[in-house]
T-cell receptor, first 112, second 114 residues
């Protein structure tokens, strides 16, 4: 069965203090790995999709990387507005099934 | 990216009653989904809403409890039937255009059953 584990569960940073969030996964074959950001009271907001090991994508202070067993979301010089829950999801390859399997998320708090 | 609107945004319901949640997408999409998000738990797929046919349910979810409709390519409803306090959760509508592209989410419906 697919499994997605995110760590840490919660992370508190000072503004400007860079760090990384981890998403480890076990699937028989990976079609794609997705990162979302979720603010309180809102639905998940799409950030990145990664499809193959070695792939990297960047957006402002965020950079996502992918290996065969895990993905990292690197946050460089975070600001308070980066505070949110970051969700990782995997999609298994094969067939027309779209199903996303999510981790429990990492709650990031950035203090000014 | 698609904009997805859900109604209601929140509700408090009596046990034993049913609630229907509406999901409207601002453009035609191939696929629509319904998720449940319980406190401290992962976002969990309830079912894929199929246009013109019965929804495809994930393990642990049944049509009698969560009937779903999808009359066209922009609209879907999820009904939570015969509610109990265990059904208190956030329910999210999602849509995607292709199997290898990202899914977009509505803002969610926060349901409390008392």
């Amino acid at each position: 069965e697919d499994q997605v584990t995110q760590s840490p569960e919660a992370l508190r940073l000072q503004e400007g203090e860079s760090s990384s969030l981890n998403c480890s996964y076990t699937v028989s074959g990976l079609r794609g790995l997705f990162w979302y950001r979720q603010d309180p009271g809102k639905g998940p907001e799409f950030l990145f999709t990664l499809y193959s090991a070695g792939e990297e994508k960047e957006k402002e202070r965020l950079k996502a990387t992918l290996t065969k067993k895990e993905s990292f979301l690197h946050i460089t010089a975070p600001k308070p507005e980066d505070s949110a829950t970051y969700l990782c999801a995997v999609q298994e390859s094969g067939g027309s099934n779209y199903k996303l399997t999510f981790g429990k998320g990492t709650l990031l708090t950035v203090n000014p | 990216s698609a904009v997805i609107s859900q109604k209601p945004s929140r509700d408090i319901c009596q046990r034993g009653t049913s609630l229907t949640i509406q999901c409207q997408v601002d453009s035609q999409v191939t696929m629509m989904f319904w998720y449940r998000q319980q406190p401290g738990q992962s976002l969990t797929l309830i079912a894929t809403a199929n246009q013109g046919s019965e929804a495809t349910y994930e393990s642990g979810f049944v049509i009698d409890k969560f009937p779903i409709s999808r009359p066209n390519l922009t609209f879907s409803t999820l009904t939570v039937s015969n509610m109990s306090p265990e059904d208190s959760s956030i329910y999210l509508c999602s849509a995607a255009d292709r199997v290898d592209t990202e899914a977009f989410f509505g803002q969610g419906t926060r349901l409390t059953v008392v």
